[in-house]
T-cell receptor
Framework: DSGVTQTPKHLITATGQRVTLRCSPR?????VYWYQQSLDQGLQFLIQ???????AKGNILERFSAQQFPDLHSELNLSSLELGDSALYFC??????????FGPGTRLLVL | DAKTTQPPSMDCAEGRAANLPCNHS???????VYWYRQIHSQGPQYIIH???NNETNEMASLIITEDRKSSTLILPHATLRDTAVYYC????????????FGGGTRLMVKP
């Protein structure tokens, strides 16, 4: 158990819908990272927040957004969902600059 | 971050040592070598990391060559539960640095 929690574990929704994925980092970790893992793309970095502020952006679509709240939990919002958004979404956290620890992931299926 | 090269797959007999190689010939002086593994579709699990010296923890040993252009992850007594995809990643430890995952090595531990 890494200490990073993610909810929900599974999510099934329809195209065009909007969903919110939630991540609680390890106690004391200020950085939260979001990654997407699809069958054809592998694990790809989406976005990072550090103590409430966006710190780095990767291959994140404009339909996707994220935020980190004062209690340091983070939410990833996915809107206008398409079939190709079906993937595993992982959150990771770290103490500022160090080792990232991953949560168990949310499996999203868009039908 | 420097690119890494790993064999796509390896087999290992249960109880024997698994030696997973990684080439990172363009590594910079301030880049660390990190190893993660992913068992089936679970969240990536941190294993070990190092900068120059060899490192050992309860999970594995990391051997980094003197020129730092390659490394080997050693699982001393592989079990069936070590069957996973192992990722070698090089990165600078700063607040904005995400992990860049390649294809990894799929290790199959066989009875």
């Amino acid at each position: 158990d890494s200490g990073v929690t993610q909810t929900p574990k599974h999510l099934i929704t329809a195209t065009g819908q909007r969903v919110t994925l939630r991540c609680s980092p390890r106690s004391g970790d200020l950085s939260v990272y979001w990654y997407q893992q699809s069958l054809d793309q592998g694990l790809q970095f989406l976005i990072q927040y550090y103590n409430g502020e966006e710190r780095a952006k990767g291959n994140i679509l404009e339909r996707f957004s994220a935020q980190q709240f004062p209690d340091l939990h983070s939410e990833l919002n996915l809107s206008s969902l398409e079939l190709g958004d079906s993937a595993l979404y992982f959150c990771a956290s770290s103490v500022a600059t160090g080792t990232q620890y991953f949560g168990p992931g949310t499996r999203l299926l868009v039908l | 971050d420097a690119k890494t090269t790993q064999p796509p797959s390896m087999d290992c007999a249960e109880g024997r040592a698994a030696n997973l190689p990684c080439n990172h010939s363009t590594i910079s002086g301030n880049e660390y070598v990190y190893w993660y593994r992913q068992i089936h579709s679970q969240g990536p699990q941190y294993i070990i990391h190092g900068l120059k010296n060899n490192e050992t923890n309860e999970m594995a040993s990391l051997i980094i060559t003197e020129d730092r252009k390659s490394s080997t992850l050693i699982l001393p007594h592989a079990t069936l539960r070590d069957t996973a995809v192992y990722y070698c990643i090089v990165r600078v430890n700063n607040a904005g640095n995400m992990l860049t995952f390649g294809g990894g090595t799929r290790l199959m531990v066989k009875p």
